[in-house]
């Protein structure tokens, strides 16, 4: 017998129940950066320490890495307003603003699409708890990888919405465009996409998105840019998305890094270890993929198939480092972060499918992936523990003497900030 949550239709209401719940999850995710926000790494040391002393037009204009991100700048600006003591509140809070604001796309998504609440739910806790999101949680630095998800959701509504709120998807595109290059990589999607329905809010999107590529692309032309890959090693890149976009988001961050492990191990002769694994991902993404597609929603479902392709090899190929480094359970989990809620979404899309068995098993799947990766944060593995503990930022500001340079540690271990109390 279904359960009644799986058989519920959405509401217009019922949408702000997924921002709702995100923030309830994120809490039990984790409650000290509730009680205790903190900066992570860049965020403090790059940004915030250097912002203390500037001037707003100096922190807005603020390009970092060779990358411009407008929201960034500005959250950690919007921090510097407040006494030293609640500054990261400024920006934890920000942070998990969008984050509810992506699980708001998510309740718009699922109900335009037809999704039960029950499964629209189960995307929140995937959205929640999937590895990627350690990694970007709740710090305005990796804002521009929350932008990327925003602009795959945009892209997944229907036309008729993005035209009954042009408006607000037009300044909302604008912004994602000017922070960050995630955002910006989706614009030949929506461009594709307006082509084909003719549809001009889709175009005016996949615009102004093209103008943000090419700002981007500019200042990484004009910037001297380290540590960048571009990387060209194949294998590498293959294997780090199949490893991180599919395999962890079911076999979790412990058993991938096995896989990996063995990969490595298996240095310069990979053959033998290589084309199972890459076999098995490549199954496991077509049956997602195909379960979307047997569903009403099939254009919907290449596009979300087509940007989580486009967008991972992409983002691997300029990723700090290079790509053997990602080849593991979380190792740049951030590069992967759309193509994990990518695979959630076909899942979603699938259990709309008329046929009752491919239904049950986009639900089972989804249900599995959800099971492993709230399973992994309750039994606190260590992969993630650097996410969601560190010192405490309020009781080093009490413990600073007054009018006297204070170094401060921040989250992660070993990053830090020298700032004047």
């Not at 609440?117 to 806790?125: D, E, R, T």
Request: overall charge positive.
């Amino acid at each position: 017998m279904t359960p009644k949550i799986f058989s519920e239709q959405i509401s217009d209401r019922g949408v702000w129940a997924f921002p709702l719940l995100f923030v309830i999850l994120a809490f039990v995710k984790a409650p000290t950066l509730f009680i205790d926000p903190r900066f992570w790494a860049e965020e403090g040391s790059r940004f915030f320490q250097p912002f203390w002393t500037k001037h707003f037009i100096e922190c807005i204009l603020t390009i970092y890495i060779g990358s411009y991100q407008f929201l960034t700048n500005l959250s950690v600006f919007l921090a510097t307003l407040l006494p030293l003591k609640y500054a990261p509140a400024v920006t934890t809070y920000l942070a998990l603003a969008l984050h509810s604001l992506v699980a708001f796309q998510i309740g718009l998504f699922a109900k335009e699409h037809g999704i039960r609440l029950g499964v629209g739910f189960l995307l929140i806790i995937a959205w929640a708890f999937l590895p990627a999101t350690y990694e970007v949680w709740l710090t305005s630095t990796n804002l521009q990888w929350l932008t990327g998800v925003s602009m795959l959701l945009v892209l997944c509504m229907p036309s008729s919405a993005l035209d009954r709120g042009r408006p607000t998807y037009l300044i909302w595109t604008a912004l994602c465009a000017v922070s960050g290059v995630p955002a910006t990589i989706l614009a030949p999607l929506f461009v594709g996409r307006s082509l084909v329905e003719k549809n001009k809010t889709l175009l005016w999107i996949g615009l102004l998105l093209t103008a943000g590529a090419l700002l981007q692309l500019t200042i990484i032309t004009h910037s001297t840019i380290t540590g960048r890959s571009f990387d060209f090693d194949v294998v590498g890149l293959s294997m780090s998305i199949a490893l991180q976009t599919i395999l962890v988001s079911f076999l979790g961050i412990s058993a991938t890094d096995s896989l990996a492990n063995n990969i490595k191990s298996a240095l310069p002769d990979i053959a033998v270890v290589t084309y199972p694994i890459f076999l098995a991902a490549i199954l496991i993404g077509a049956t997602a993929f195909y379960l979307a597609w047997r569903s009403p929603h099939r254009s919907i479902a290449a596009y979300i198939a087509a940007a989580a392709i486009v967008v991972s090899v992409v983002q691997v190929f300029g990723a700090l480092g290079n790509s053997w480094i990602m080849v593991s359970g979380m190792g740049g989990a951030r590069y992967f972060l759309l193509g994990q809620i990518a695979l959630s979404l076909l899942l979603a899309l699938g259990t709309t499918s008329p046929n009752l068995h491919l239904k049950r098993l986009a639900t089972i799947l989804l249900v599995a992936m959800c099971l492993v990766h709230v399973t992994e944060r309750i039994a606190k593995s260590k992969s993630f523990r650097s996410a969601l503990t560190g010192p405490s930022w309020q009781q080093q500001i009490d413990h600073c003497p007054s009018d006297h340079a204070c170094r401060i540690d921040i989250w992660p271990r070993g990053w830090h900030i020298d700032i004047m109390t």
